[in-house]
T-cell receptor
Framework: GEDVEQSLFLSVREGDSSVINCTYT??????LYWYKQEPGAGLQLLTY?????DMKQDQRLTVLLNKKDKHLSLRIADTQTGDSAIYFC????????????FGKGTTLSVSS | DAGVTQSPTHLIKTRGQQVTLRCSPK?????VSWYQQALGQGPQFIFQ???????QRGNFPDRFSGHQFPNYSSELNVNALLLGDSALYLC??????????????FGPGTRLLVL
């Protein structure tokens, strides 16, 4: 079945850039997403990219998509302590409806 | 503009009981999806409702059922609760009829503990 994989943990210092990586198996994925989850909270949509794009930039966030390798990355510039959270990569699996397939999440820890 | 709301926020049940969770979609949205997030895992798709019908279903047993009302709000019912049903249940809404169909917005979730 469809699968999305992420590294589980990333630690950076405040002010550095963070890069969170994700690979997916469904070559027919039309959209790929990054969600953020803070402790005890729901999911906040950060950004998403259509599969015919290679890059998308939104303020401090840059998403890169390599369709050949089915690899997606999220770069956070000037990482702040408030960016500490779990980041989920998700792929849109469009069959009859529109189900999202999530990775297990990457915990980002930002130290000052 | 209210986002996705869910109730209750927390719930404690015992094995064998039944539970109903509720979700109101974001204003203007007509599609509701439910996800289960076990501790330390990513969310897993349970099912999706559109036009009051189940449109797509993930790999969950029939103990999990749902309903969508004419005002687009939705319920998730779980029968014969098992300890393994303890999780955060997330509702997401989207719009099948607007140009925003590909974007799902999540509520804060209902945390269910089964003892």
């Amino acid at each position: 079945g469809e699968d999305v994989e992420q590294s589980l943990f990333l630690s950076v210092r405040e002010g550095d850039s963070s890069v969170i990586n994700c690979t997916y198996t469904d070559s027919s994925s039309t959209y790929l997403y990054w969600y953020k989850q803070e402790p005890g909270a729901g999911l906040q949509l950060l950004t998403y990219i259509f599969s015919n794009m290679d890059m998308k930039q939104d303020q401090r966030l840059t998403v890169l998509l390599n369709k050949k390798d089915k690899h997606l990355s999220l770069r956070i510039a000037d990482t702040q302590t408030g960016d500490s959270a779990i980041y989920f990569c998700a792929s849109l699996y469009k069959q009859a409806g529109t189900a999202l397939i999530f990775g297990k999440g990457t915990t980002l820890s930002v130290s000052s | 503009d209210a986002g996705v709301t869910q109730s209750p926020t927390h719930l404690i049940k015992t094995r064998g009981q039944q539970v109903t969770l509720r979700c109101s979609p974001k204003s203007g949205h007509d599609t509701v999806s439910w996800y289960q997030q076990a501790l330390g895992q990513g969310p897993q798709f349970i099912f999706q409702y559109y036009e009051e019908e189940e449109r797509q279903r993930g790999n969950f047993p029939d103990r999990f059922s749902g309903h969508q009302f004419p005002n687009y709000s939705s319920e998730l019912n779980v029968n014969a609760l098992l300890l393994g049903d303890s999780a955060l249940y997330l509702c997401a809404s989207s719009s099948a009829t607007s140009g925003d169909w590909e974007t799902q917005y999540f509520g804060p979730g209902t945390r269910l503990l089964v003892l």
